[in-house]
């Protein structure tokens, strides 16, 4: 079974801990839990960090790229430049940015990450910057005009937009220009109300515009009361079936950026007993497949089509 999560802070947390900015606990992700857990492809994001300044997230970048070339050359993880090169048994990472902060008002970063493999990025992670506005900060402030040049430039990439973060019009300016985005992190606001989940009718219309999401594992984004374990992921991914989502949803787990988690979900090691419970609740193996992995890889496939 193929197996792909859309997102986790790998990469950023050890920097910190190089940088000996942050406790030294072993990460969520490392290479010996993804192959417990059998990921076929970890997205792992170059997160723009908690400063707005530019000078420090292209260094954060640097460093983000480092820790990936360790993983690679150092610790044997295979790096994919496409999730359609997952391999079943195998384990591989992939890049994604969160935070378009580092474009700057120009597209040339965009062709850059392209060469080096990032296939998703988040327009805005919670500061508003060149490209678009946060749903932290305002519901109703529009993509900006040069954040309209850059998401088609990523269409035309096979770059992702990703909207998690990304304010409410933000997102559907996005499909009113006929882009297909990624929610990479996100939940179902029906479920928990917090700004960061997706309305019913934010997932109907990401579904109709052959979009994607990847259920968040924070519980923070699961339960109100954040008391969340495999059953209240299950019921996020419940949810988004019984609205239509099917062959539109997966997992984003947010490993690595996340302090609280689900009781027995506390890395992808975990991933199968998950694939399990949703199994128990009633959710049929060919579904399930197309949860664990099958559905990125045919989004890429409407979004970036091979020849």
């Keep these: 079974m193929i197996i792909c999560d859309t997102h986790a802070d790998t990469l950023y947390r050890r920097c910190r801990q190089a940088e000996k900015a942050e406790e030294q606990a072993e990460p969520d992700i490392t290479v010996e839990k993804l192959k417990q857990g059998q990921i ?17 997230i292209a260094r954060a970048f640097e460093g983000m790229f480092a820790q990936g070339e360790m993983l690679e050359k150092k610790e044997g993880l295979r790096r994919v430049t496409d999730y359609r090169d997952a391999v079943d048994g195998e384990n591989a990472f992939i890049y994604s940015v969160e935070g378009c902060d580092l474009l700057n008002g120009s597209l040339e970063a965009l062709s850059v990450w392209r060469q080096k493999g990032v296939r998703m990025a988040a327009l805005t992670w919670n500061y508003e910057n060149c490209v678009a506005t946060p749903a932290k900060k305002d519901a109703d402030a529009p993509l900006k005009p040069f954040g309209r040049k850059a998401a088609r430039e990523m269409a035309r990439l096979g770059i992702a937009p990703d909207t998690s973060h990304l304010n409410q019009r933000g997102f559907y300016d996005l499909l009113e220009m006929g882009i297909s985005p990624v929610a990479s992190h996100s939940c179902c606001r029906a479920l928990c109300d917090h700004f960061r989940n997706l309305s019913d009718r934010q997932l109907r219309d990401l579904f109709q515009a052959g979009g994607y999401v990847g259920v ?10 954040e008391k969340a374990d495999l059953d209240t992921v299950c019921d996020h991914v419940i949810h988004i079936l019984e609205l239509g989502g099917g062959d539109h949803v997966g997992f984003g787990s947010d490993f690595d950026g996340i302090e ?9 090691q975990d991933i199968p007993s998950l694939l399990k419970r949703l199994a128990e609740r009633g959710v049929d193996q060919a579904q ?12 890429y496939d409407r979004i970036d089509p091979r020849e």
């Design 40 to 56: 076929s492809v970890q997205t792992m994001a170059l997160f723009v960090g908690g400063s707005d300044r530019l000078p420090d």
């Design 260 to 268: 609280l988690k689900p009781a027995g979900l506390n890395g992808p």
């Design 288 to 299: 399930i497949r197309r949860i664990a992995g099958e559905n990125l890889l045919r989004y």
């Design 216 to 225: 968040n594992f924070y519980p923070c984004f699961l339960r109100e009361d």
